[in-house]
């Protein structure tokens, strides 16, 4: 019987958890439904749910982000690069790494890749070892005619075990890593 009671109890429980999550009210549990949503792809919804975490918590870092990450998916460049600031603004060091990384990505989708340079080297000087931040700082040299600094920060990239940097490597450059790199 007792057994039956408590397996009745941690049901009733697990549905009241399961409900909206305005139930518990708490800003990771709005955080967690939107994680859930934009794993889904429902990126409004996510929107929304991260916007409630925020309303309640206005120094969760990581609601920031995956909102930002979110508007960045939706193709709303200028809310998802006010996130991003906003966690380089309050994050602890790698969440601003992070952020300096993100919205320069932004900035080069947008076609501003004079102004997502900075971020990368932000980015790179807050984490040497950031092979993403190496990548798109590449890609916007490569935009704006610099083929120097691309060859270099390619090739920093690939050495930081970036795939996707090896292979631009491997089609431009074949004896890439034969070269010495710059000291």
């Known amino acids: 019987m ?3 009671a408590t397996s009745f109890a941690l049901a009733l429980a697990g549905l009241a958890l399961a409900g909206d999550p305005c139930i518990a009210d708490s800003a ?3 955080y967690s439904s939107g994680f859930t949503m934009h794993r889904s792809g429902e990126l409004k919804e996510a929107v929304r749910m991260y916007s ?3 309303e309640i ?3 969760f870092v990581m609601a920031y982000q995956m909102r930002a990450a979110a508007w960045q998916s939706m193709h709303n460049f200028s809310k998802a690069i006010d996130d991003y600031t906003t966690v380089i603004t309050i994050g602890e060091p790698s969440f601003r790494a992070v952020g300096y990384l993100n919205r320069g990505i932004v900035k080069n989708m947008e076609g501003r890749y004079s102004e997502a340079i900075p971020d990368f080297d932000l980015a790179i000087s807050m984490d040497k070892k950031m092979g993403p931040a190496y990548f798109h700082r590449a890609i916007a040299r490569s935009k704006m005619g610099d083929t120097t600094g691309n060859l270099d920060d390619f090739r ?3 050495r930081l075990g970036d795939p996707e940097a090896e292979r631009v490597l491997d089609l431009s450059t074949p004896g890439w890593r034969q070269i010495r ?3």
Do not use: E, M, V, Y
Request: aromatic letters at 6%; glycine letters at 0%; hydrophobic letters at 40%.
């Open 2 to 4: 007792k057994r039956l």
């Open 28 to 30: 990771n549990s709005w």
């Open 52 to 54: 409630k975490a925020i």
């Open 57 to 59: 918590d206005a120094q």
């Open 156 to 158: 920093q990239a690939a």
């Open 181 to 183: 790199p710059p000291q």
